[in-house]
């Protein structure tokens, strides 16, 4: 059974002008110590499906339709307090900005200590020990020492390696980490990346990685999401959708990123841009801009079909059969 | 044959006062800090070609790319434009003219409460290069015309626009001057990838068929890669490595350069794994010694923590590295 299972999951903003669908049928599964990436352009919904999952969505942004199951409980039904227990014991979370993410007036082995001892039943100077072997887990150096210090006192770097012992020291299942490398810089990322690779893998820990890093999810991700205008557009192993992708917008997207290896004249280029959510396409919601568009794409919503080793919502590979 | 030099810099420093106030300096018995963004830093930008600096935050890409147009007075060494200094340059509106700058941030560069038009005109009203309404509004609809939008967008504010089109507002504002040379400060980071392609595009075009000479700024490889003739690799306020953007990517000699290469994550890395280089750039108030690279360099030895390292021709390539003048492979 997959660890965590969304199924047609809908978000929904009511505004002034009518109700705004930023998701609309996003679904997907993370096994057991899978890592699964998920990759778009902004305003694609790829944050919105981790803070649905996480019950943590901006008011009045809801969740309008679908499921959301984690060890095949629904979670996406449970209140705010229901939720409390479940977030840092069952579903850590990592953010884009670590100084955002961490008390500014606490020290970091508070934090720690107080993240433990709210999940676990551990003594102060049991707690104590545990977060100085996470802090040296993570590779913060003379841990025994720092643990007493301040966020400020640390480097961007450091701070984010604070943040990802912060939300594994509960022991999660699964982490949501969104966008955890994008405030940083391409050496400090690949010591961060590195880092959460090797301690999700010892830990058995699942991840979902929300990224606008097509070259950072090639590198850590076992499956890939492609979300485009709060769809899942493909779905499928990274290596498969990287090197053979299904739907036109993953090929485009793939061409569209400079490569370090072969240098091409002009870069593939997908003219116009991902539609605003007041005005999404009938149809496929790519199908303005696709240069394999037919007469189909622009009256019916394709469903997401095999296609090869991945599956694509395009109507290029539905057969007759498979939607009546 | 010699070279047709757009922009030369030699041996250019800048750098900034970031010392406390003088009561409270003088209170705690604090010396002045200065902060070297750039310090001694030489390349030259030959008519249409690219040239492109890289390096993480703080090695002082942005503070040269302000000084290459003179929005920044060089605090040591001296900066050239068609070989006049560049105070001079910039006195001088016909040369001024002749150099235009794009910025990161297409949202903080376009003023909010002007019209595109009005926006896209202000440099041919600055500088005088039509005077009747008529040729401005003409001239205008060419340029929008010209970047990929309709003349009819000249009607319309900056925030009816997405990222990708107020950067192409940008790019008809710097080239509203016809200048021969442009600065580009991160053009692209702000974008996202598929829009970032749009724009790359549309450079590389206008570069061809105005004959335009780019001095490119970013942090990103794989973009300098795909843009650039020649290739500086900025490392605490220096130039570490610069030389023919493909003989760097191909055989990088420096251990920095070589550094950011095995960091920069690539389509081609599905199921690889490496190991990263430890450390993080030091403080360029405070730089380390010798090589400011030693600390995090594999191959530093004893000559790096105490000598800085001049730079050095090797081949077509020019590089700041003991181990590399010496064939040193080990530390």
């Given at each position: 059974?997959?660890?965590?299972?969304?199924?047609?999951?809908?978000?929904?903003?009511?505004?002034?002008?009518?109700?705004?669908?930023?998701?609309?049928?996003?679904?997907?599964?993370?096994?057991?110590?899978?890592?699964?990436?998920?990759?778009?352009?902004?305003?694609?919904?790829?944050?919105?499906?981790?803070?649905?999952?996480?019950?943590?969505?901006?008011?009045?942004?809801?969740?309008?339709?679908?499921?959301?199951?984690?060890?095949?409980?629904?979670?996406?039904?449970?209140?705010?307090?229901?939720?409390?227990?479940?977030?840092?014991?069952?579903?850590?979370?990592?953010?884009?900005?670590?100084?955002?993410?961490?008390?500014?007036?606490?020290?970091?082995?508070?934090?720690?200590?107080?993240?433990?001892?709210?999940?676990?039943?551990?003594?102060?100077?049991?707690?104590?020990?545990?977060?100085?072997?996470?802090?040296?887990e993570v590779g913060i150096p003379a841990a025994a020492q720092r643990i007493d210090a301040y966020p400020h006192q640390f480097s961007g770097g450091?701070?984010?390696?604070?943040?990802?012992?912060?939300?594994?020291?509960?022991?999660?299942?699964?982490?949501?980490?969104?966008?955890?490398?994008?405030?940083?810089?391409?050496?400090?990322?690949?010591?961060?990346?590195?880092?959460?690779?090797?301690?999700?893998?010892?830990?058995?820990?699942?991840?979902?990685?929300?990224?606008?890093?097509?070259?950072?999810?090639?590198?850590?991700?076992?499956?890939?999401?492609?979300?485009?205008?709060?769809?899942?557009?493909?779905?499928?192993?990274?290596?498969?959708?990287?090197?053979?992708?299904?739907?036109?917008?993953?090929?485009?997207?793939?061409?569209?990123?400079?490569?370090?290896?072969?240098?091409?004249?002009?870069?593939?280029?997908?003219?116009?841009?991902?539609?605003?959510?007041?005005?999404?396409?009938?149809?496929?919601?790519?199908?303005?801009?696709?240069?394999?568009?037919?007469?189909?794409?622009?009256?019916?919503?394709?469903?997401?079909?095999?296609?090869?080793?991945?599956?694509?919502?395009?109507?290029?590979?539905?057969?007759?059969?498979?939607?009546? | 044959?010699?070279?047709?030099?757009?922009?030369?810099?030699?041996?250019?420093?800048?750098?900034?006062?970031?010392?406390?106030?003088?009561?409270?300096?003088?209170?705690?018995?604090?010396?002045?800090?200065?902060?070297?963004?750039?310090?001694?830093?030489?390349?030259?930008?030959?008519?249409?070609?690219?040239?492109?600096?890289?390096?993480?935050?703080?090695?002082?890409?942005?503070?040269?790319?302000?000084?290459?147009?003179?929005?920044?007075?060089?605090?040591?060494?001296?900066?050239?434009?068609?070989?006049?200094?560049?105070?001079?340059?910039?006195?001088?509106?016909?040369?001024?003219?002749?150099?235009?700058?794009?910025?990161?941030?297409?949202?903080?560069?376009?003023?909010?409460?002007?019209?595109?038009?009005?926006?896209?005109?202000?440099?041919?009203?600055?500088?005088?290069?039509?005077?009747?309404?008529?040729?401005?509004?003409?001239?205008?609809?060419?340029?929008?015309?010209?970047?990929?939008?309709?003349?009819?967008?000249?009607?319309?504010?900056?925030?009816?626009?997405?990222?990708?089109?107020?950067?192409?507002?940008?790019?008809?504002?710097?080239?509203?001057?016809?200048?021969?040379?442009?600065?580009?400060?991160?053009?692209?980071?702000?974008?996202?990838?598929?829009?970032?392609?749009?724009?790359?595009?549309?450079?590389?075009?206008?570069?061809?068929?105005?004959?335009?000479?780019?001095?490119?700024?970013?942090?990103?490889?794989?973009?300098?890669?795909?843009?650039?003739?020649?290739?500086?690799?900025?490392?605490?306020?220096?130039?570490?490595?610069?030389?023919?953007?493909?003989?760097?990517?191909?055989?990088?000699?420096?251990?920095?350069?070589?550094?950011l290469l095995d960091a920069i994550p690539d389509l081609d890395m599905v199921g690889r794994s490496r190991t990263p280089v430890g450390g993080e750039v030091p403080s360029p108030i405070n730089?380390?010694?010798?090589?400011?690279?030693?600390?995090?360099?594999?191959?530093?030895?004893?000559?790096?923590?105490?000598?800085?390292?001049?730079?050095?021709?090797?081949?077509?390539?020019?590089?700041?590295?003991?181990?590399?003048?010496?064939?040193?492979?080990?530390?």
């Open positions: 059974m997959a660890l965590l299972d969304v199924v047609d999951l809908v978000v929904e903003f009511p505004t002034r002008r009518g109700v705004l669908r930023a998701l609309d049928g996003v679904s997907l599964a993370i096994e057991p110590g899978e890592v699964l990436g998920v990759v778009g352009e902004s305003g694609a919904g790829k944050s919105l499906t981790g803070a649905a999952i996480i019950g943590l969505l901006e008011p009045p942004g809801r969740v309008a339709g679908g499921q959301i199951l984690l060890n095949g409980e629904r979670i996406d039904t449970k209140t705010q307090e229901q939720m409390r227990p479940l977030r840092g014991k069952q579903i850590g979370a990592i953010f884009q900005d670590p100084l955002t993410t961490l008390n500014p007036l606490y020290s970091i082995g508070r934090q720690l200590v107080e993240t433990m001892q709210t999940h676990m039943k551990l003594s102060d100077r049991d707690a104590r020990a545990r977060a100085i072997k996470w802090l040296e450091m701070r984010q390696r604070v943040v990802i012992a912060l939300a594994l020291c509960a022991e999660p299942k699964l982490v949501i980490a969104d966008e955890p490398t994008t405030a940083l810089d391409v050496s400090i990322q690949a010591q961060i990346i590195t880092l959460l690779k090797r301690i999700t893998r010892e830990h058995g820990t699942s991840v979902m990685l929300i990224t606008h890093d097509m070259g950072v999810i090639a590198e850590t991700a076992d499956r890939v999401a492609v979300m485009y205008a709060g769809r899942v557009a493909e779905i499928g192993p990274v290596a498969e959708v990287v090197k053979h992708p299904a739907h036109p917008y993953t090929e485009g997207l793939m061409g569209s990123i400079p490569s370090l290896t072969h240098r091409v004249d002009r870069l593939r280029q997908i003219d116009g841009s991902m539609p605003r959510l007041t005005a999404i396409p009938t149809g496929c919601a790519f199908n303005p801009r696709c240069d394999k568009v037919f007469d189909r794409c622009r009256r019916h919503r394709p469903g997401l079909v095999p296609s090869g080793k991945t599956q694509a919502a395009c109507w290029l590979y539905a057969t007759e059969a498979a939607n009546g | 044959m010699a070279e047709d030099i757009v922009l030369l810099a030699d041996q250019v420093s800048r750098y900034f006062d970031v010392s406390r106030p003088w009561l409270q300096r003088t209170l705690a018995r604090e010396p002045k800090q200065v902060l070297r963004a750039v310090d001694g830093v030489s390349f030259r930008v030959a008519r249409g070609s690219t040239l492109s600096l890289v390096g993480e935050s703080g090695c002082g890409k942005s503070t040269v790319a302000r000084l290459a147009v003179g929005l920044y007075t060089p605090s040591g060494g001296e900066i050239r434009f068609e070989g006049e200094a560049i105070s001079a340059a910039r006195a001088q509106p016909d040369l001024r003219r002749r150099m235009n700058m794009i910025f990161q941030d297409p949202y903080a560069s376009l003023n909010p409460r002007w019209r595109v038009r009005d926006i896209v005109a202000e440099p041919i009203r600055a500088f005088k290069l039509l005077s009747s309404t008529a040729d401005i509004n003409a001239r205008v609809g060419a340029l929008l015309t010209q970047v990929g939008l309709a003349a009819a967008d000249g009607e319309k504010f900056p925030h009816e626009f997405s990222g990708g089109q107020r950067q192409r507002i940008s790019i008809a504002r710097a080239l509203s001057s016809e200048p021969e040379f442009l600065v580009c400060d991160e053009p692209t980071s702000a974008l996202d990838v598929s829009v970032q392609a749009q724009i790359l595009n549309l450079m590389k075009d206008l570069q061809q068929r105005l004959g335009l000479t780019y001095l490119f700024i970013s942090h990103n490889l794989s973009v300098v890669r795909h843009m650039s003739d020649r290739l500086g690799v900025m490392y605490l306020g220096r130039i570490v490595e610069i030389g023919p953007a493909a003989e760097i990517f191909a055989n990088p000699r420096h251990p920095y350069t070589k550094l730089p380390p010694p010798g090589c400011p690279f030693h600390p995090r360099c594999p191959l530093a030895n004893a000559r790096c923590k105490t000598e800085k390292p001049q730079v050095l021709h090797l081949g077509t390539v020019e590089i700041a590295c003991h181990a590399a003048e010496e064939g040193r492979t080990t530390a």
